[in-house]
């Protein structure tokens, strides 16, 4: 590698998905790769480069370069996701539809993108961060805390929990008897 500079423990594998369908494959630091200029990226030839925001469809962290080829990765969900969160649907400019987990925390958020955990855990995808300026809709599907599942009402916008979950629920208390005079 020819950039020395960046310790070797930081420097995370990643594939980088334009927006024009070209595909960059290198090595970012994990904890400043987003700057100004768009991403640094030192690429596989050890070339330091910049890619601007404006031609990024996503920056994948992997666990290997060529992914698993004889697998397709899985972008939507079929059960509902393990970890806590906010799951998600992004759907890009090019109408491609991505699921997975947004962290439950606004300090988390980076105004330019959001850092997204892949509905399938087992891919060779581990994070993605995805810009704001390659989608054109991101749809919160339900919120997950404690192993319980929060849909988003369409109609009032209000989180309720899903029936299987809600009967699921111990009582603590007895439900108030509205029919006595009090």
Known sequence: MANNSI???TRKKVVLRKLDAGVVKG???SASFLGPEGVELLDREGRLTHIPLAAIKGVYFVRDFDGELDKPPRRLTRNRPR???LWVRMTFT?????????A???LEFEPPGFMITPADLYSNNLRV???RSALANVEVLGVIANG???RVSRRSGAASLLP???SAQIGLFQPADNSKPQ
């Open 164 to 166: 299987s979950e809600a």
């Open 27 to 29: 090595y970012v630091d």
């Open 129 to 131: 961060f995805v810009p």
């Open 7 to 9: 310790p070797s423990s």
């Open 83 to 85: 970890l806590d969160g």
């Open 94 to 102: 090019d109408r491609e539809v991505l699921e997975g987990l947004l």
């Open 104 to 106: 439950n925390n606004l």
């Open 148 to 150: 319980t599942i929060r």
